[in-house]
């Protein structure tokens, strides 16, 4: 029960936080989300903000649209300001998903569309 309230403590920390980051020009960066959610300065790049980065996904997967940027310089996290933001978004994690869906159906030598085919039966046959 302690864990759950502690989860949900961390939860509302970061949605709270969000709601200060709407719009790409408002990205902000992990060390910064993570001090602001977690309260303190991480050691360790990926072992300490992994935590933060699961507690993302979970927000994403309730439908929350928590997005993020890349760039050379940096970037970070932000909740879509305006529905071509969230498109854009979207568009970028779709291609993304499909250049790996494409290199493994390279490795495997079947093309891409037999390759989903075999996909979606195993997702239908495990449900």
């Given at each position: ?77 932000y ?11 979207l568009?970028?994690?779709?291609i ?32």
């Amino acid at each position: 029960m302690k864990e759950k309230q502690h989860d949900l403590l961390y939860r509302n920390r970061l949605l709270a936080v969000m709601m200060n980051h709407i719009g790409a020009h408002n990205a902000i960066g992990m060390a910064e989300l993570f001090q602001e959610v977690w309260g303190g300065i991480w050691e360790n790049r990926i072992n300490d903000t992994r935590a933060l980065r699961q507690l993302v996904t979970e927000l994403r997967f309730e439908g929350v649209a928590i997005c993020s940027v890349s760039y050379k310089s940096g970037g970070g996290y932000y909740l879509a300001a305006a529905g071509s933001e969230l498109v854009q978004y979207l568009r970028r994690t779709e291609i993304r998903a499909l250049k790996i869906l494409m290199r493994n159906a390279k490795i495997k030598k079947v093309s891409l569309p037999n390759y989903l085919g075999q996909i979606k039966l195993n997702m239908e046959a495990e449900s």
